[in-house]
């Protein structure tokens, strides 16, 4: 081959690759430097991919949390006023055994109003101990008794374990909140992620149940859809602490069969009974896969007469929203999820 020859079938090679790099890989959105701080301390901290892992390894391995927790550290910053919240870790009756939960209590006389906040981690990992600077931070703000409930997790308690476990910590809230100083008449659900499904869960049953429905509920980057070729997965399709593959783990470990990935519950975006249900916060993060489900979802709410405050949050990943101490955009998310519970609770009667 002459020179010539080799430098065209270089530059033939070169152009080659170049198409089939995927336009989102090169497209990705970056960090902020913050958000970025945490997961260079999470890498760090030996933490690796869920798809990598088996689910023992993927419970026992440093989480986001972990993650923030040290930066926190390592920059000084004060865990208070949050600290100063009460808690109370308690026992819900369930037909399968108790379910755990902690009550976050702020100061003052009440009756407070409630909100009942489920965990994320995939229905698969983490419980009510790595996630506790959110409803940490609701029980501040809002003034308002807290519930951070537990539920069975697959792959030991396949689906619909944890939706079931949902619905029946939030019935025993409403039948009993008022013996921890609690209104019934002011309650809300929240949740993160597989924990946003929950929550989303809850108020529909609630509605379908014709029984005493959440006045609010706040949804942080919910698990809405089952289709996982959305615009936000191909963008973040590798992205950290949460991509395409990990999820895909998720599911795997969740259900018994993948018809299972189309049931209601799990596919809300393909519900057609959410009017009427209660209104929304619904707080994304931009380098997450699980974006365009949440979009997908506020929309179908507002098409069914539903007031939703959606905000999607620039340069932070999926697991932001407890990072409030160290990552500003968590900060701001909060105060928006703190100041919408407060308007609901004090228009409710």
Do not use: C
């Not at 986001?64 to 870790?89: C, G, L």
């Not at 659900?189 to 597989?194: D, N």
């Not at 620039?314 to 929203?321: A, C």
Request: without cysteine.
């Amino acid at each position: 081959m002459t020179l010539q020859n080799f430098a065209r079938a270089a530059l033939l090679s070169s152009a080659l690759l170049t198409v089939t790099v995927p336009l989102y890989a090169q497209d990705a959105p970056k960090p902020a430097p913050e958000m970025q701080a945490v997961l260079d301390k999470l890498a760090a901290l030996g933490s690796k991919p869920f798809s990598t892992l088996t689910v023992p390894e993927a419970r026992t391995q440093a989480s986001p949390a972990d993650a923030a927790h040290a930066v926190q550290w390592d920059k000084r910053v004060s865990s208070n006023p949050e600290a100063k919240v009460t808690t109370k870790d308690i026992a819900i009756p369930s037909k399968e055994g108790g379910l755990g939960a902690r009550v976050y209590i702020p100061s003052g006389e009440g009756p407070f109003p409630v909100v009942v906040y489920y965990h994320g981690g995939g229905w698969v990992v983490a419980d009510i101990n790595v996630y506790d600077g959110a409803p940490r931070a609701i029980s501040l703000g809002a003034r308002a008794i807290v519930v951070s409930v537990e539920y069975r997790h697959a792959p030991e308690h396949k689906f619909p374990a944890a939706h079931d476990d949902a619905w029946t910590a939030y019935k025993w809230v409403v039948e009993n909140i008022h013996e921890l100083n609690g209104n019934a008449d002011k309650i809300a659900v929240a949740g993160e992620s597989a924990g946003g499904n929950l929550a989303a869960n809850v108020a529909l049953m609630a509605k379908k149940m014709k029984t005493n429905q959440p006045v609010y509920q706040l949804l942080v980057y919910p698990v809405a859809g089952n289709d996982m070729n959305t615009a936000s997965y191909k963008e973040n399709a590798d992205a950290k602490p949460l991509g395409k593959a990990d999820m895909e783990w998720f599911v795997k470990n969740t259900v018994s069969s993948m018809d299972d990935a189309k049931d209601p519950r799990i596919n809300l975006n393909g519900r057609s009974d959410l009017t009427g249900v209660a209104p929304a916060t619904v707080i994304l993060a931009q380098i997450d896969p699980l974006r365009s489900d949440g979009e997908t979802y506020a929309a179908k709410l507002k098409d069914a007469g539903v007031t939703v405050d959606l905000k999607t949050y620039d340069g932070v990943t999926h697991e932001f929203f407890g990072m409030g101490k160290v990552v500003p955009q968590a900060k701001e998310a909060l105060d928006l999820a703190v100041a919408d519970l407060t308007s609901a609770f004090n228009k409710a009667k």
